[in-house]
């Protein structure tokens, strides 16, 4: 079993940075792909941005390319999200995950992921 533990949400202004950060314990996490999803109320969980095993390639939804990167330190067992110039649509319960297989895609799906933190809250005022 892996248990997983975001924190670094909060309240910012459009235009501001929060970095979220995600610590997996439990099992070694350093050969799985790891990613950020977020979900608002009425809405689907949406996938933001995955990384595989060693960070040699990531992944990111449109809607966030080029204003938030992924990243992580397998040394911590940790992944980070680094969200500039945020929005007020970013504003969502995000939630980091592990894709409990030996692989190097990164799904979008919330189907593929194995482990789930319980989120933390970004809210980003106009």
């Known amino acids: 079993q892996v248990h997983m533990a975001e924190s670094g949400g909060g309240l910012v202004q459009a235009g501001d940075s929060l970095r979220l950060s995600c610590a997996a314990s439990?099992?070694?996490?350093?050969?799985?792909?790891m990613a950020w999803f977020r979900q608002t109320p009425g809405k689907e969980r949406e996938f933001v941005a995955g990384?595989?095993?060693?960070?040699?390639?990531?992944n990111y939804a449109d809607a966030v390319k080029g204003r938030f990167t992924i990243d992580r330190d397998n040394a911590k067992s940790m992944v980070y999200l680094q969200m500039d110039s945020l929005k007020p649509e970013d504003t969502a319960v995000y939630y980091c995950?592990?894709?409990?297989?030996?692989?190097?895609?990164?799904?979008?799906?919330?189907?593929?992921?194995?482990?789930w933190g319980q989120g933390t809250q970004v809210t980003v005022s106009s």
């Open positions: 995950a592990l894709r409990w297989k030996l692989t190097v895609s990164i799904p979008i799906s919330t189907n593929e992921y194995t482990y």
């Open positions: 439990g099992r070694p996490v350093n050969s799985y792909t």
């Open positions: 990384i595989t095993w060693n960070g040699g390639a990531t």
